[in-house]
């Protein structure tokens, strides 16, 4: 008995090392090859897939662009892998485990577009020494690049948005003076993303001394009756709305439900694309929002998509939809990947990079108007140049207005007041590293 | 033929009552925490730690709380991610306002507040059954989710409400690579397992099972109705709270209260409900089952080669995921820990079934 108890424990024994063995080599190999790896965690399916799907064919699009036309960056072919994350943080983290290791170097950088797995793969980034680009969202306090050295909020953060629309009412009022007494209502997605303009706003209302009523929708907002009842009794003379995916295109419906103006109604730069405003149908005329990086049209890097990529059959979406605002910004999220790793191969020499070499390509950025319009994206992005310290490059962006067919733009180029913005990201920014324990980056050592 | 127990005589009252009878699942058990202990952790890649492993034994680890409550005391809730999301927000606090003290005693204390908080919800057991109960342990789940959101001492005032955890350390040891969280959360698991397993075969998992089989008999006989539903939403509760500890600190870093979210709740349930109500084992394969399957399913077309878009693989998985849950539960209402039951009486009789 003994003895066949004994032969049962190494047979069990040897079957689970067999199984574990299988399981360890199935993760495939891959030769040292001239390719730089770009994963991209991308939301095809789910409540937020009507802007996941657009943003992610830019993305993968523009890798495949670089291919066709340039034959890679500088020789080096670019090689990528979409893992669907469905905009649920677990899910992403699982996606960023999945793909930081792939391709000869690992991966590149991460783009996740999402702020709650930007916030969950923050405090991975140092460990896996990849960079974390999120251009347009993520935390806002991740400009400092002293503490976040990873995090690389390209052209421009939450607080410079909700910075922006504070100085276009005040404008509108004559004068940010003119805000006194007036309620300024935030119809926000309750999530890090909805939240993060809170703090600013706050700031600025202290400074002007508008009223803030801050209306959170929970996920997906489907819902937002409530939301706007109090909308309909407060009457606030401005409404900024914070919303992603389907709930932007119902606030702007149960605005035409209430009867709130919408030309009064301001989006962030993520509740201003064609599917927000669209299912609203005509109700959506006079709606703004800001756009920042990437306006909706076409210029010559979309001639080069249409003859390189489409007319060849490899386009991920429709032919159509090229051009479209996230689509657009999808695009420059990519090209700004792909730009930092052609300027980090100025540094390191043309060969596949890993993303502590990239980093270093993403803090040396300097796109100028030059490069801009060289890349054919010339109308489509600001100049943007980063440094150590200063992981954002730009915080300007403009407005635009829906008139019922297309999107046009409705106002000059705002700056952010960076006397407001950079004490709250260094109060914010400290915050974090003595919740952390990071000890602050030395800058002036590194370069 | 190797599966028996015949020659295998107890011979005091102590060998009689262990916990495993049969030498074989005494050795076979052995041998699997041997092999998780020392050989994992030279086998594994760090992906399958941080998103099969780490996840499977915290969750696992959640799913024996619920068992206790659900599958043992008979009292359904569907608001138990309310209580892992006390355990991780009351370790968050303790680890931030009070940093010297030790991981393990932030764990414990945050299991006792998440007890304190599961005995107060589970006061509408005392007065309502079943269904009903149910219903009312929503309340829980909607009251932590707004409590969390709402009120910002909880998550020290942080402006996206989303809180991030310090590194853990403990006795000098710094708990940071995947390989140490694993061994870590695995050796809290086989603890809190043997914990729950003497529990359940003590005299208060006895009261609990009377009570979830008939609570007027069990009255009758002299178990105290409110002892016996209290205790066991309190036990029930600090295990949860534990793991809400552990999924905040060893697994996501930084969290939002979305983390904790009903999804999460009927996912527990779920758990306890494919792999078997009323089995610690039941715990382990439901976990599993959740956690492992989809990530599995996502990855197959793409081991196998199968170009697919990746919308078209994220459908399949889901679709694949629901009829597996549905086949599961026709062929065996009782969950796998029922199979797994199945399969070794079956096991005994080998190779001569009558």
Same mark, same amino acid.
């Given at each position: 008995?003994?003895?066949?108890?004994?032969?049962?424990?190494?047979?069990?024994?040897?079957?689970?090392?067999?199984?574990?063995?299988?399981?360890?080599?199935?993760?495939?190999?891959?030769?040292?090859? %001239?390719?730089?790896?770009?994963?991209?965690?991308?939301?095809?399916?789910?409540?937020?897939?009507?802007?996941?799907?657009?943003?992610?064919?830019?993305?993968?699009?523009?890798?495949?662009?670089?291919?066709?036309?340039?034959?890679?960056?500088?020789?080096? %072919?670019?090689?990528?892998?979409?893992?669907?994350?469905?905009?649920?943080?677990?899910?992403?983290?699982?996606?960023?485990?999945?793909?930081?290791?792939?391709?000869?170097?690992?991966?590149?950088?991460?783009?996740?577009?999402?702020?709650?797995?930007?916030?969950?793969?923050?405090?991975?980034?140092?460990?896996?020494?990849?960079?974390?680009?999120?251009?347009?969202?993520?935390?806002?306090?991740?400009?400092?690049?002293?503490?976040?050295?990873?995090?690389?909020?390209?052209?421009?953060?939450?607080?410079?948005?909700?910075?922006?629309?504070?100085?276009?009412?005040?404008?509108?009022?004559?004068?940010?003076?003119?805000?006194?007494?007036?309620?300024?209502?935030?119809?926000?997605?309750?999530?890090?993303?909805?939240? +993060?303009?809170?703090?600013?706003?706050?700031?600025?209302? %202290?400074?002007?001394?508008?009223?803030?009523?801050?209306?959170?929708?929970?996920?997906?907002?489907?819902?937002?009756?409530?939301?706007?009842?109090?909308?309909?009794?407060?009457?606030?003379?401005?409404?900024?709305?914070?919303?992603?995916?389907?709930?932007?295109?119902?606030?702007?419906?149960?605005?035409?439900?209430?009867?709130?103006?919408?030309?009064?109604?301001?989006?962030?730069?993520?509740?201003?694309?064609?599917?927000?405003?669209?299912?609203?149908?005509?109700?959506?005329?006079?709606?703004?929002?800001?756009?920042?990086?990437?306006?909706?049209?076409?210029?010559?890097?979309?001639?080069?998509?249409? %003859?390189?990529?489409? +007319?060849?059959?490899?386009?991920?979406?429709?032919?159509?939809?090229?051009? +479209?605002?996230?689509?657009?910004?999808?695009?420059?999220?990519?090209?700004?990947?792909?730009?930092?790793?052609?300027?980090?191969?100025?540094?390191?020499?043309?060969?596949?990079?890993?993303?502590?070499?990239?980093?270093?390509?993403?803090?040396?950025?300097?796109?100028?108007?030059?490069?801009?319009?060289?890349?054919?994206?010339?109308?489509?992005?600001?100049?943007?140049?980063?440094?150590?310290?200063?992981?954002?490059?730009?915080?300007?962006?403009?407005?635009?207005?829906?008139?019922?067919?297309?999107?046009?733009?409705?106002?000059?180029?705002?700056?952010?007041?960076?006397?407001?913005?950079?004490?709250?990201?260094?109060?914010?920014? +400290?915050?974090?590293?003595?919740?952390?324990?990071?000890?602050?980056?030395?800058?002036?050592?590194?370069? | 033929?190797?599966?028996?127990?015949?020659?295998?005589?107890?011979?005091?009252?102590?060998?009689?009552?262990?916990?495993?009878?049969?030498?074989?699942?005494?050795?076979?058990?052995?041998?699997?925490?041997?092999?998780?202990?020392?050989?994992?952790?030279?086998?594994?890649?760090?992906?399958?730690?941080?998103?099969?492993?780490?996840?499977?034994?915290?969750?696992?680890?959640?799913?024996?709380?619920?068992?206790?409550?659900?599958?043992?005391?008979?009292?359904?809730?569907?608001?138990?991610?309310?209580?892992?999301?006390?355990?991780?927000?009351?370790?968050?606090?303790?680890?931030?306002?009070?940093?010297?003290?030790?991981?393990?005693?932030?764990?414990?204390?945050?299991?006792?507040?998440?007890?304190?908080?599961?005995?107060?919800?589970?006061?509408?057991?005392?007065?309502?059954?079943?269904?009903?109960?149910?219903?009312?342990?929503?309340?829980?789940?909607?009251?932590?989710?707004?409590?969390?959101?709402?009120?910002?001492?909880?998550?020290?005032?942080?402006?996206?409400?989303?809180?991030?955890?310090?590194?853990?350390?403990?006795?000098?040891?710094?708990?940071?690579?995947?390989?140490?969280?694993?061994?870590?959360?695995?050796?809290?698991?086989?603890?809190?397992?043997?914990?729950?397993?003497?529990?359940?075969?003590?005299?208060?998992?006895?009261?609990?099972?009377?009570?979830?089989?008939?609570?007027?008999?069990?009255?009758?006989?002299?178990?105290?109705?409110?002892?016996?539903?209290?205790?066991?939403?309190?036990?029930?509760?600090?295990?949860?709270?534990?793991?809400?500890?552990?999924?905040?600190?060893?697994?996501?870093?930084?969290?939002?209260?979305?983390?904790?979210?009903?999804?999460?709740?009927?996912?527990?349930?779920?758990?306890?409900?494919?792999?078997?109500?009323?089995?610690?084992?039941?715990?382990?394969?439901?976990?599993?089952?959740?956690?492992?399957?989809?990530?599995?399913?996502?990855?197959?077309?793409?081991?196998?080669?199968?170009?697919?878009?990746?919308?078209?693989?994220?459908?399949?998985?889901?679709?694949?995921?629901?009829?597996?849950?549905?086949?599961?539960?026709?062929?065996?209402?009782?969950?796998?820990?029922?199979?797994?039951?199945?399969?070794?009486?079956?096991?005994?009789?080998?190779?001569?079934?009558?």
């Amino acid at each position: 008995m003994r003895q066949a108890a004994k032969t049962r424990l190494l047979a069990t024994a040897a079957g689970a090392v067999l199984m574990a063995a299988a399981v360890t080599a199935s993760a495939p190999a891959f030769a040292q090859a %001239k390719e730089q790896f770009f994963p991209v965690l991308s939301y095809r399916t789910g409540a937020y897939a009507p802007n996941g799907v657009p943003f992610a064919n830019g993305y993968v699009d523009y890798l495949k662009l670089v291919n066709a036309r340039d034959g890679g960056i500088n020789g080096i %072919k670019i090689t990528f892998e979409e893992c669907e994350t469905g905009y649920a943080t677990d899910r992403g983290v699982e996606c960023y485990e999945r793909l930081k290791g792939k391709g000869p170097t690992g991966a590149t950088l991460f783009q996740p577009l999402s702020t709650g797995i930007t916030f969950a793969v923050t405090d991975k980034a140092p460990t896996d020494r990849i960079p974390i680009v999120t251009a347009g969202y993520g935390r806002a306090d991740s400009v400092d690049g002293t503490i976040f050295g990873w995090n690389f909020p390209l052209g421009g953060t939450y607080w410079d948005a909700a910075d922006i629309l504070v100085q276009h009412v005040g404008k509108k009022e004559g004068g940010v003076d003119n805000l006194k007494g007036k309620k300024i209502a935030l119809v926000y997605h309750d999530s890090p993303y909805g939240k +993060e303009p809170i703090p600013l706003l706050q700031e600025r209302a %202290k400074m002007h001394g508008y009223e803030l009523l801050l209306l959170p929708v929970t996920h997906p907002g489907v819902e937002q009756k409530a939301t706007w009842l109090q909308i309909r009794q407060q009457r606030p003379d401005y409404v900024f709305l914070w919303g992603w995916g389907v709930m932007n295109s119902t606030s702007i419906k149960e605005a035409v439900a209430t009867g709130y103006p919408r030309e009064k109604m301001y989006g962030v730069w993520w509740a201003g694309a064609e599917p927000d405003v669209t299912p609203a149908g005509d109700g959506a005329k006079g709606y703004n929002a800001l756009v920042f990086l990437a306006p909706a049209g076409q210029g010559q890097v979309h001639k080069d998509m249409l %003859k390189h990529v489409y +007319e060849k059959g490899q386009g991920t979406g429709k032919k159509e939809e090229v051009g +479209e605002v996230l689509y657009n910004r999808g695009m420059v999220s990519a090209m700004m990947g792909v730009e930092a790793v052609k300027r980090a191969q100025i540094k390191y020499g043309k060969k596949p990079l890993k993303g502590e070499e990239v980093r270093w390509g993403l803090e040396n950025l300097a796109i100028d108007a030059g490069a801009i319009k060289k890349l054919g994206f010339e109308g489509f992005m600001a100049p943007v140049s980063t440094s150590c310290a200063d992981h954002q490059g730009a915080r300007s962006a403009s407005l635009q207005t829906w008139d019922g067919k297309k999107w046009s733009s409705s106002s000059g180029m705002y700056e952010a007041d960076a006397q407001i913005i950079k004490p709250l990201i260094r109060a914010s920014a +400290e915050k974090y590293a003595a919740e952390k324990k990071i000890t602050r980056r030395d800058c002036a050592k590194e370069q | 033929m190797f599966y028996r127990e015949n020659g295998q005589y107890k011979t005091s009252y102590a060998a009689d009552q262990q916990m495993l009878p049969i030498l074989q699942d005494r050795v076979f058990l052995a041998g699997v925490v041997v092999f998780a202990f020392v050989a994992v952790p030279f086998l594994v890649s760090d992906y399958l730690f941080l998103s099969l492993l780490i996840p499977f034994l915290i969750l696992a680890l959640a799913a024996i709380g619920l068992n206790l409550l659900v599958g043992y005391c008979g009292q359904i809730s569907i608001g138990h991610a309310a209580f892992m999301a006390v355990g991780a927000y009351a370790a968050y606090n303790l680890a931030l306002r009070i940093p010297q003290l030790n991981f393990l005693v932030v764990l414990v204390l945050a299991g006792l507040i998440a007890a304190a908080v599961g005995m107060l919800f589970g006061i509408p057991s005392l007065r309502i059954k079943g269904l009903y109960l149910a219903v009312a342990t929503l309340a829980a789940q909607f009251f932590m989710d707004w409590l969390f959101a709402r009120v910002k001492w909880f998550t020290n005032y942080a402006s996206s409400g989303s809180v991030s955890t310090a590194p853990v350390e403990m006795f000098g040891w710094k708990i940071d690579t995947p390989t140490e969280k694993y061994v870590f959360l695995l050796a809290v698991l086989i603890v809190f397992t043997l914990v729950a397993k003497n529990l359940v075969r003590s005299h208060i998992g006895r009261a609990w099972m009377a009570m979830r089989d008939m609570d007027v008999a069990a009255e009758v006989i002299g178990i105290r109705p409110v002892y016996a539903k209290l205790s066991a939403f309190a036990v029930s509760s600090f295990y949860v709270g534990v793991a809400g500890a552990l999924w905040g600190f060893m697994h996501l870093g930084s969290w939002e209260p979305l983390a904790f979210n009903l999804t999460l709740s009927l996912n527990l349930l779920f758990m306890i409900i494919i792999g078997g109500m009323g089995s610690l084992l039941g715990s382990y394969f439901g976990a599993a089952f959740i956690v492992v399957l989809p990530i599995l399913l996502n990855q197959i077309p793409a081991m196998l080669g199968i170009p697919l878009s990746t919308a078209m693989v994220s459908h399949l998985e889901i679709m694949i995921f629901g009829a597996l849950i549905v086949f599961f539960l026709i062929v065996e209402p009782h969950g796998l820990a029922r199979l797994w039951a199945i399969g070794k009486e079956k096991l005994r009789l080998w190779p001569f079934p009558h």
